[in-house]
């Protein structure tokens, strides 16, 4: 981190967070949900240390608030889809609380190290190891060839082996 790092960030935060905060309230018509994405979003310029790169800070700013949006609003999709899979069951089959919290963790975890692979990857993916297609059936549903699959697959299964390391 850079001497200035600290300064360039404080000012950042000072001429721009008030702006930043009204703007996801109005988008989200939410004030709490607003300061924690707000917040969330100096958070991810400070881990980057990235504050004496913004040349454009509101755009810069709106562009990580959206993408925190997205992740938040990704995530609660994941929650309600595993929530409403476990409504299905019988009650003695329900996991424990801790279970489900573990694996909805783990949900997360999937869903995040997938998120930066092309959609067609990660589609291969989820067909390959959520409904357990073929390579062929996976193919000819993606119209491509199967060593296509085969190279999606090693390339989603590598990237996800790399995040549960990291």
């Known amino acids: 981190?850079?001497?200035?790092?600290?300064?360039?960030?404080?000012?950042?935060?000072?001429?721009?967070?008030?702006?930043?905060?009204?703007?996801l309230r109005r988008k989200l018509g939410d004030s709490f949900l607003a300061d924690d994405l707000a917040q969330d979003t100096f958070v991810s310029i400070m881990s980057a240390n990235a504050a004496d790169d913004i040349r454009e800070p509101r755009p810069f700013l709106v562009t990580i608030a959206r993408?925190?949006?997205?992740?938040?609003?990704?995530?609660?999709?994941?929650e309600a889809s595993y929530l409403e899979m476990l409504s299905c069951l019988p009650e003695a089959m329900v996991p424990a609380p801790e279970i489900r919290l573990m694996a909805l963790e783990a949900l997360q975890q999937l869903d995040k190290a997938l998120d930066g692979l092309p959609p067609q990857v990660r589609e291969t993916f989820l067909l390959a190891h959520l409904?357990?297609?073929?390579?062929a059936a996976i193919a000819e549903r993606l119209q491509v060839s199967t060593s296509s699959v085969k190279q999606y697959l090693t390339k989603a299964n590598r990237q996800c082996l790399f995040a549960l390391v990291v």
Do not use: C, F, I, K
């Not at 993408?67 to 994941?78: G, K, P």
């Not at 409904?131 to 390579?135: Q, R, T």
């Open 1 to 23: 981190m850079s001497v200035d790092q600290p300064q360039s960030l404080h000012s950042l935060y000072h001429h721009h967070h008030r702006w930043l905060h009204d703007w």
């Open 67 to 78: 993408r925190l949006m997205a992740h938040r609003y990704r995530r609660q999709l994941l």
């Open 131 to 135: 409904e357990g297609l073929s390579y």
